[in-house]
Each structure stands twice: as structure tokens, then as C-alpha cells.
């Protein structure tokens, strides 16, 4: 079964492309891209005016299943994800049971199969139970279908134990991915430590909570050689750092969340608790600091961190509630708000959503060429709109951007040549 995308903006950073032009899908796999060479015809769509990019690859999802389904499933994630324009996503072990295990990384591909709208790649435990003792089933898990190791949401402390993590990783060909906190440091922190949680008299958390870790890791993967990821880095220190050991040749990749380039603690709605998340919003100098760090390539992907919560969890006390935000439908325009600025170029942030992360964890996709793999974002840079957390496809609402009026949307989005979002018209209609 055939595809026609006629007269879009084919921009594929990664190959140096940027012509507008059709590009045409066979089954799974891209057949044929290029100027005029397709004609209108029932099962093509109009592209016109819109932008045609490899697909969208998210790095840090929590889609909360198994164990709390009440705050998100498989199906109402990735359909998320696809209104976001996102083509695949990978999938945080922090679920109950832990993904820790080849029997739970195969039951999330299973699960992804039967109901998802979007690929969905595991990450799996480091630690057993993610209880950082010791070594989870590594290389049953990669057997499984594992593309990475992480304890998401609590930092590997031992250092003994992540040395060795990134030892069997790299025998394995897989990245660790650490969620860099010191614990002793940020222990009861509810927000950045800074000017304005001494004003709303909440305990903070400081920026070296995470910088320690990001150095401690550094070292470690530079004397084992091993690939390590740093996971939603919010701290001018951390780029830094992570600028300097990538000069040294250091294998590291990094990500950042939209929320902490668009915001600082400064735009913090006091004691709103759809404003906490961990790392926290830290300051205006850090938040700058990250985006020149995305733009000139020391941060490689752009990633969501989707962690929805349920209303009753999030309405409570601001350092009694949960960390986490929704990510997924605001992603790309909250980019798209960086370009306006003139902060990074759209090359730039399309790579950042799509080739930089399938290079990271070596993930299909992430680019436009015949032969590939058929995962396609279309979308329309200029389509105003207001958020409303209530009508997206997450079962949850928490989201600081609640309100805001955005400008770029996903139009379409195809996984392996079948559309799996679309916004607007009859698909089978040219």
C-alpha cells in the first residue's frame, strides 16, 4: 500500500535537505523524494504550505504502564505522542513492576503492538527493581528488545555499580541513561534553590545536585569507553561540563525538556504544583545557558520527559505533590516559539526531534531517504491554537502551559506508511 505526501517542505537536517517536493511511501519504507514527481491522486495528501520531517523520536516518556494505569497507558500515551508528532517514543522502566527483566521489556513491546499509535522502544532497568544494589538482567532485556538501561527517577549512587553498568552497556552496545541527582544534596527539595523559593518559603534543590553526578559519570564513561546519556540536564554547570568532555572525545549524549528552555523558576505560578518537576525550573542564566547549549550542539536531543499524574496527586500541597508534567502535544510548539526567537534555526530543532536522538540510541528512523524507514512527521509551522490539557489524548492534565497560545501543530503523523494522527480532512482525498 502506497502514501503520497505532494508539494510539502521536505526538511531533513540530518541529509541537508530543504526542498519543497512529494515524497512517496511503500509499505513501511520511503520509496521515492523529490520535486514534481508525483502526481495528486486518491491516497495522496496536500502538503502544501506544511513541513515534511523524519519523524519525531522521543528519549523520556513515561507511559506508567503496567502499574498505573490510571495515569497513562500505552494506548493513551503513544496517542499523545502521535498528536504531538511523534513517531516513536522510548518508555521509562519506573513502572510496577519494574521493567527489570526480559518478560516486562517483551510485554511493553506486545502491549505497543496490540494498542499503540506511535513505536514504542524500552528502557530498561540498570539496577534490579531499580533499587541500585545491584545489576538488573542486562543482556536478557537487549535480547528482549531493550534499547537502553535507566533507573529513571532515582540516580545510580554507587559509583562501583555504575562503572559496572556502563561496562556490560557497552559489551552490550546500549547506553546508560542517568538521571543525575545527588540525593544528600537535593534530599526534601521541592524546587530550585535560588531567590524565589526563599520568597515562597519552599526548600530547594541546587544546581549542584545534579552537576556532581554529570561529572562523576563523565569520568566513569570516559575511562570505560562506554556510551552514557544524561537525561533532561537543567543546570548551566551540567552544560558545561558536558561541552568540555565531548571535546576530550567523551562518548556522551545529552538531552533537554521543552519546559526548561521555555521557563525559569521566576515564571513559577506560586505553589502550583503543574510547576514541579524534578530537575525543577532552575534560573533565567541556566535556562539561557541550555538553550545556546542545544543550539550549538552540546545538548544532542530535545525530549519530552512526559510524566502525567493524576488531578487528585497533583492538588496537593506544592511540596507534597508528585514531580512530572505533560510533555508530548506541546513539544514541538514550544521548539517552534525557541526558532521564532531566533534562538536555534528549525534545521536545528528538527534534528534535535528526530535525527539527533535515533543517532543517540541507535534508533531507526530520524531521516528522510529511499529505503528508510517510513515514520513521517507533517506539520504546520503556522497553526495558531491555545492548549487546553483537557482536550489531549493523555488521561492526565498537568501541565504548566495550560492557556497558552502556541503556533505549530502536527497536521499528520505516519508510522512504518500508515497514518496515525491526522488533524485536518479526508485522508483519501488529494
Known sequence: MSLILRNGRLLDPGRGLDQVGDLVLEGDRIRALGPGIAAASPGSLDCTGLVVAPGFIDLHVHLREPGFEYKETIESGTRAAAAGGFTAVCAMPNTSPV?????????????????????????????????????????????????????????????????????????????????????????????????????????????????????????????????LHIAHVSTAASARLLREAKSRGVRVTAEVTPHHLSLCDEDLVPYDANFKMNPPLRSRADRDALIAALADGTLDAIATDHAPHAAHEKQQEFDRAPFGILGLETALPLGLRLVAAGAIPLSRLLDALSGAPARAFGLPGGALVPGGLADVTVFDPAAAWTYDPAQGCSKSRNSPFAGWTLQGRAVYTIVGGRVTFASRGNLDTP
Not at 546508560?176 to 534553590?193: F, K, T, Y
Request: charged share 20%; aromatic share 4%.
Open 99 to 227: 521493567n527489570d527483566n526480559a518478560g516486562a521489556t517483551a510485554y511493553l513491546i506486545q502491549r505497543a503492538r496490540e494498542f499503540g499509535h506511535a513505536r514504542v522502544y524500552p528502557i530498561g532497568a540498570i539496577t534490579a527493581g531499580s533499587q541500585g544494589e545491584r545489576l538488573a538482567a542486562l543482556g536478557a532485556m537487549r535480547e528482549a528488545g531493550a534499547v537502553g538501561y535507566s533507573d529513571d527517577g532515582r540516580p545510580v549512587r554507587n559509583a562501583q555499580i555504575m562503572r559496572r553498568a556502563l561496562e556490560y552497556a557497552s559489551m552490550l552496545g546500549l547506553p546508560v541513561v542517568q538521571h543525575a541527582e545527588d540525593l544528600d544534596l537535593s534530599a526534601g527539595g521541592s524546587m530550585h534553590a535560588g531567590a524565589v523559593a526563599l520568597r515562597l518559603g519552599l526548600r530547594g534543590i541546587s544546581s549542584a545536585s545534579e552537576a556532581t553526578v554529570v561529572a562523576r559519570d563523565l569520568l566513569l564513561a570516559e575511562e570505560t569507553g562506554a556510551r
